[in-house]
């Protein structure tokens, strides 16, 4: 290796944060899905009360957990349908009103948890999904 090319790889990983470098490190190890599954559902509060879905991913050698409110899973599936139009993607789990459905009811939040679920899984059965650039970030890998 040339002493510029060093000296080059050298700063840019002076450069790195420790996001970067965690990121590179689930690169190493195996980045795509290999599952995932959401089994738990909490309540928080923020400004006002919500309803966490905790995404448990695994990878080739790690695995974590993410937690998510059903607006993010929306605007995530809204970029899959801009960015990936021919893809075939499963129906998104439906919006409810509410004003009509009270969204705290255990009933409704396990319905929409298995939905969430299900949802995420058979995007994973999409070829190439597993490692598409917008489901590792809104995983958490990138």
Not at 66 to 77: L, P, Q, S, V
Not at 89 to 104: A, E, G, M
Not at 115 to 124: F, K, W
């Amino acid at each position: 290796m040339s002493d510029a090319k060093a000296e080059s790889k050298r700063k840019s990983t002076r450069e790195k944060t420790e996001e970067d470098i965690q990121y590179e490190e689930r690169l190493e190890s195996g980045t795509e899905i290999k599952s995932l599954a959401i089994k738990r559902v909490q309540t928080a509060r923020s400004r006002s009360q919500v309803v966490l879905y905790q995404v448990d991913v695994k990878t080739g050698h790690a695995e974590w957990a993410t937690f998510k409110r059903f607006n993010a899973f929306y605007e995530f599936h809204q970029q899959l349908v801009k960015d990936l139009k021919k893809c075939g993607l499963p129906k998104f789990p439906p919006r409810h009103s509410k004003i009509l459905t009270d969204h705290f009811d255990r009933f409704f939040i396990e319905k929409r948890r298995a939905d969430l679920e299900q949802y995420m899984q058979s995007l994973l059965r999409i070829p190439g999904m597993a490692n598409q650039e917008h489901m590792l970030k809104f995983l958490g890998v990138k």
